[in-house]
């Protein structure tokens, strides 16, 4: 540790506690008596200064040297400022900056993050002292005139090489042990690879199974049942017989426009000869939408629209299809998983996806984070030193636990988005845990697209059946 520093990044994990009922009887009152004093005290000091200011305007003599109390006030502030900070740092800091890690390159990151708050703290002080030393050395007195000073070469050349070397120093530094953590080249060979996929709101983790290999993956292959796209022959099969189903479906809707148009036609005219329209406002709003909709061709384009989306979809997924390397059962066998579960003493690479907006994966113990971006490959390679059992007896808190959390704003639930991280002490523990993890598991295909009733053309809510017929 380098110099005293105050805690910051052990909040992490802190649960928020709910607002304390209102108590007076519970209060500092002696805290509160000596702020009112405080304040009572610079009010009478104004008030002494506004019958010194009176007494000079009368008499014409100056009472009040300002410029020496304005010399003074710099000094007691920074007194004050340097003494407050310094309580702080002891009583609530515990002089801690950080946690212990709990990986292995942590200790560097954390190492480097000491030494630039240490330079930085150190010359923040020497020029803060400076700045209020020069405020009141040189405050305005009779008589003396300020010196013009118009360039130093010396004083130049020495606050830009000092800071040059500084920075050469931490930056360096900062680099090697960012590309010994994100550079693929870099990671051993032997290190176990993980997936973890961020989508709004949440994550999921994948572990490759028995063969120890991921299988491929796609957007289009994502399904309700196939939630990360995974090349499972059968899962993928399942969903392309649904979307032909869909595209039946809507041909026979496609077939029955006219019919349906006129349906909503007559439902419209009904409601308003009936005088139904301020009656059930809800249901006129919903056959008015439907009725233009159906005069303008509206609802004739939205459902080419949809077909012809679906009809893409299938389209790629049939040309994945026809790539074996790509459907070469790697996937069926991967686990995946709502937790993360890591042997101590083990390397891991994390390998990032994302579904639909930018994430952030950030493991604060681990001194980890990463963007998660859709359609971009990214990546951390880190080794746990700290069991989960070992870290709740370190913060003597029995119900403490490791996480990744998002730390990118991604949206409404972004604050919920998080996912567990135990590490265990053998592998023995890991393997156990695995086990009773799940693939995707495939529904039958179903062949044949069963056809939907014809009825249903113009599907119309019990409650609108009940108006119309009214
Ligand atoms: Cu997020």
Same mark, same amino acid.
């Given at each position: 540790?380098?110099?005293?520093? &105050?805690?910051?990044?052990?909040?992490?994990?802190?649960?928020?506690?709910?607002?304390?009922?209102?108590?007076?009887?519970?209060?500092?009152?002696?805290?509160?008596?000596?702020?009112?004093?405080?304040?009572?005290?610079?009010?009478?000091?104004?008030?002494?200064?506004?019958?010194?200011?009176?007494?000079?305007?009368?008499?014409?003599?100056?009472?009040?040297?300002?410029?020496?109390?304005?010399?003074?006030?710099?000094?007691?502030?920074?007194?004050?400022?340097?003494?407050?900070?310094?309580?702080?740092?002891?009583?609530?800091?515990?002089?801690?900056?950080?946690?212990?890690?709990?990986?292995?390159?942590?200790? !560097?990151?954390?190492?480097?993050?000491?030494?630039? /708050?240490?330079?930085? /703290?150190? =010359?923040?002080?020497?020029?803060?002292?400076?700045?209020?030393?020069?405020?009141?050395?040189?405050?305005?007195?009779?008589?003396?005139? $300020?010196?013009?000073?118009?360039?130093?070469?010396?004083?130049?050349?020495?606050?830009?090489?000092?800071?040059?070397?500084?920075?050469? /120093?931490?930056?360096?530094?900062?680099?090697?042990?960012?590309?010994?953590?994100?550079?693929?080249?870099?990671?051993?060979?032997?290190?176990?690879?993980?997936?973890?996929?961020?989508?709004?709101?949440?994550?999921?983790?994948?572990?490759?199974?028995?063969?120890?290999? /991921?299988?491929?993956?796609?957007?289009?292959?994502?399904?309700?049942?196939?939630?990360?796209?995974?090349? &499972?022959?059968?899962? =993928?099969?399942?969903?392309?017989?649904?979307?032909?189903?869909?595209?039946?479906?809507?041909?026979?809707?496609?077939?029955? $426009?006219?019919?349906?148009?006129?349906?909503?036609?007559?439902?419209?005219?009904?409601?308003?000869?009936?005088?139904?329209?301020?009656?059930?406002?809800?249901?006129?709003?919903?056959?008015?939408?439907?009725?233009?909709?159906?005069?303008?061709?509206?609802?004739?384009?939205?459902?080419?629209?949809?077909?012809?989306?679906?009809?893409?979809?299938?389209?790629?997924?049939?040309?994945?299809?026809?790539?074996?390397?790509?459907?070469?059962?790697?996937?069926?066998?991967?686990?995946?998983?709502?937790?993360? =579960?890591?042997?101590?003493?083990?390397?891991?690479?994390?390998?990032?996806? $994302?579904?639909?907006?930018?994430?952030?994966?950030?493991?604060?113990?681990?001194?980890?984070?990463?963007?998660?971006?859709?359609?971009?490959?990214?990546?951390?390679?880190?080794?746990?030193?700290?069991?989960?059992?070992?870290?709740?007896?370190?913060?003597?808190?029995?119900?403490?636990?490791?996480?990744?959390?998002?730390?990118?704003?991604?949206?409404?639930?972004?604050?919920?988005?998080?996912?567990?991280?135990?590490?265990?002490?053998?592998?023995?523990?890991?393997?156990?845990?695995?086990?009773?993890?799940? !693939? =995707?598991?495939?529904?039958?295909?179903?062949?044949?697209?069963?056809?939907?009733?014809?009825?249903?053309?113009?599907?119309?809510?019990?409650?609108?059946?009940?108006?119309?017929?009214?």
């Amino acid at each position: 540790m380098l110099l005293p520093f &105050v805690a910051m990044a052990q909040t992490a994990t802190d649960v928020v506690q709910p607002p304390k009922e209102f108590n007076p009887a519970g209060w500092d009152w002696a805290f509160i008596a000596a702020c009112a004093l405080t304040v009572l005290i610079i009010l009478v000091i104004a008030r002494a200064f506004d019958i010194g200011s009176l007494t000079e305007k009368v008499t014409g003599k100056k009472v009040i040297g300002w410029t020496k109390v304005n010399a003074w006030l710099a000094i007691i502030i920074i007194i004050a400022g340097a003494a407050g900070i310094t309580y702080e740092m002891i009583y609530h800091g515990k002089l801690i900056l950080l946690n212990d890690s709990a990986s292995e390159h942590g200790k !560097t990151i954390d190492s480097m993050f000491n030494w630039t /708050f240490g330079f930085t /703290f150190l =010359v923040f002080c020497i020029t803060e002292i400076l700045l209020f030393w020069f405020m009141f050395r040189y405050r305005y007195r009779e008589g003396e005139k $300020a010196l013009y000073y118009l360039h130093n070469n010396k004083l130049e050349v020495f606050w830009t090489i000092v800071p040059a070397i500084v920075l050469t /120093f931490l930056v360096l530094r900062g680099f090697n042990t960012w590309s010994r953590i994100t550079d693929p080249s870099k990671v051993s060979k032997d290190a176990t690879q993980i997936e973890v996929y961020a989508y709004q709101f949440g994550w999921k983790a994948r572990f490759a199974g028995d063969d120890n290999k /991921f299988g491929e993956s796609n957007f289009t292959f994502i399904s309700g049942t196939n939630p990360l796209g995974l090349a &499972v022959g059968a899962e =993928v099969d399942s969903l392309m017989a649904e979307l032909k189903r869909d595209i039946s479906k809507i041909d026979i809707l496609l077939a029955s $426009a006219a019919d349906s148009s006129r349906v909503w036609q007559t439902a419209l005219r009904d409601l308003e000869a009936k005088q139904n329209t301020t009656a059930y406002p809800e249901v006129y709003k919903d056959v008015l939408t439907k009725a233009t909709d159906a005069r303008t061709g509206a609802y004739v384009r939205n459902l080419n629209k949809d077909k012809k989306r679906k009809q893409t979809n299938l389209w790629r997924i049939a040309e994945y299809k026809k790539n074996k390397d790509f459907f070469n059962n790697a996937a069926n066998d991967d686990k995946i998983t709502t937790e993360i =579960v890591l042997v101590k003493g083990k390397e891991y690479v994390f390998k990032f996806r $994302a579904r639909d907006v930018i994430h952030s994966a950030y493991m604060p113990e681990f001194r980890a984070q990463m963007n998660v971006v859709p359609g971009m490959a990214t990546q951390f390679a880190f080794t746990p030193i700290k069991t989960t059992a070992e870290a709740r007896k370190d913060k003597n808190n029995k119900d403490f636990d490791f996480h990744l959390y998002c730390n990118k704003i991604c949206g409404a639930a972004h604050y919920n988005m998080k996912i567990k991280i135990t590490v265990v002490a053998t592998e023995q523990e890991y393997k156990e845990w695995l086990a009773t993890q799940t !693939t =995707v598991v495939a529904p039958p295909v179903v062949e044949t697209p069963e056809a939907p009733k014809t009825d249903s053309v113009a599907p119309a809510t019990d409650k609108t059946v009940a108006v119309i017929h009214n």
